[in-house]
């Protein structure tokens, strides 16, 4: 899984200074059509050069909070709040916000300085202003020389930076994108990651994001608002999200996740241990859990946090005896779904790093799992 570029930069965490003010704060936002609730009491502050990435799948009400904070749906309870102004009945226009759509909508009859010039001439900003601007955004772009070109002379990475420059020349305070690289091939995407990437930091420009697509969001993102059924069930980095999920729905939504129920028959400060009728020995987990002795609760285990080997561990704990049942090849990784005694099949992550690798496992081989103390995240809920 993918992890955020800005996780291995000087720390950027303006959500852990009690000082700062945030730049756009959503305050106890409810929207409903008809007896439908699309978004839920939702409470979320977002700060100044910030990519900020709505995560969840379709219908989770992220683009109905995106079309409330661009001014085109109006709230039916709660305030919105941009660089200090409430601008909750304010119209889209009065807004210091420009939105990217997923359509990217861009005139066809228009060339590409056309298409950016288009809100620049809409607000009668000076012709000379506007050649500069228009010029300066497409060479950020890499779109210089494409100026003259029609939108059905472009690829479809190129239209897409076409309908980013055009958001960013009238200089927003605030990028709203929805759904920006849906239309780009696996590998035009995430080349188009890091492009957004350096050109918010360059601008300093705060986005919000509207992604249903996890790797996507753990690119791009500083933080991650994961939705479902209209309400925010975890905010964090992607780090966070990724090693520290909240809740069984967060583990199973991001990536992929080995997920054992089972019972505390030891409840420690210190660590604990999980009996699951799914596993042979127990999960001993090297610190406490918020949870009472004997409570039911689930461990969650990345699938390239678990060992492979012909030898069975030493130790009372955290190992199972499991039956290759397929491989999947996919180049830099093997991955390996494991039958165990119960029945439960489980997913292993290996990286390919030896070309050739005789003694590889393969298929209908019996094995052991084991994993670390520290790889299991117990979750009660």
Same mark, same amino acid.
């Given at each position: ?161 076409? !309908?980013?420059?055009? +958001?960013?020349?009238?200089?927003? *305070?605030?990028?709203?994108?929805? $759904?920006?690289? %849906?239309?780009? &091939? ?108 004997? !409570?039911?609760?689930? +461990?969650?285990?990345?699938?390239? *946090?678990?060992?492979?080997?012909? $030898?069975?561990? %030493?130790?009372? &704990? ?64």
């Amino acid at each position: 899984m993918a992890t955020s570029p800005r996780d291995n930069q000087v720390r950027f965490e303006p959500w852990k200074d009690p000082d700062a003010q945030p730049y756009v704060r959503i305050e106890r936002v409810t929207k409903k059509f008809g007896d439908f609730v699309a978004v839920d009491d939702v409470t979320l502050d977002i700060y100044k050069k910030e990519i900020f990435c709505l995560l969840g799948a379709s219908g989770c009400g992220k683009t109905t909070l995106l079309r409330m904070l661009a001014g085109f749906e109006r709230p039916t309870q709660g305030r919105i709040f941009i660089d200090g102004v409430d601008v909750t009945a304010m119209p889209p226009y009065e807004r210091p916000v420009n939105m990217m759509f997923q359509s990217y909508a861009i005139f066809p009859h228009m060339t590409v300085e056309q298409n950016v010039a288009f809100g620049l001439k809409q607000d009668r900003v000076a012709k000379a202003e506007i050649t500069k601007r228009v010029g300066e955004m497409l060479d950020m772009v890499k779109l210089g020389q494409f100026a003259k070109r029609k939108p059905h002379q472009l690829s479809g990475g190129q239209r897409q930076r076409v !309908a980013l420059a055009r +958001a960013l020349v009238k200089k927003p *305070k605030l990028l709203l994108l929805d $759904e920006p690289l %849906a239309a780009l &091939d696996k590998k035009l995407r995430e080349h188009t990651q890091f492009e957004l990437i350096n050109i918010q930091e360059t601008l300093g420009v705060t986005f919000i994001v509207v992604t249903h697509d996890q790797e996507e969001a753990m690119t791009l993102s500083t933080r991650i608002g994961l939705m479902n059924h209209g309400e925010i069930v975890q905010v964090g980095t992607p780090t966070e999200i990724y090693e520290y999920p909240s809740s069984r729905f967060v583990a199973e939504f991001i990536g992929s996740v080995n997920m054992f129920e089972g019972r505390l028959t030891e409840d420690e400060p210190s660590y604990v241990r999980i009996g699951s009728d799914d596993l042979e020995q127990p999960i001993y987990v090297d610190h406490g859990v918020s949870s009472a002795p004997g !409570a039911t609760v689930w +461990a969650a285990i990345r699938p390239e *946090k678990m060992q492979m080997s012909r $030898e069975q561990p %030493a130790g009372p &704990d955290n190992w199972t005896a499991a039956t290759v049942q397929d491989i999947a090849y996919m180049g830099d990784l093997s991955i390996y779904l494991l039958r165990l005694a119960s029945g439960k099949v489980v997913r292993v992550t290996q990286p390919n790093a030896a070309r050739h690798a005789d003694e590889r496992i393969t298929w209908d081989e019996r094995v052991y799992l084991s994993w670390d103390p520290t790889s299991p995240v117990v979750v009660t809920k």
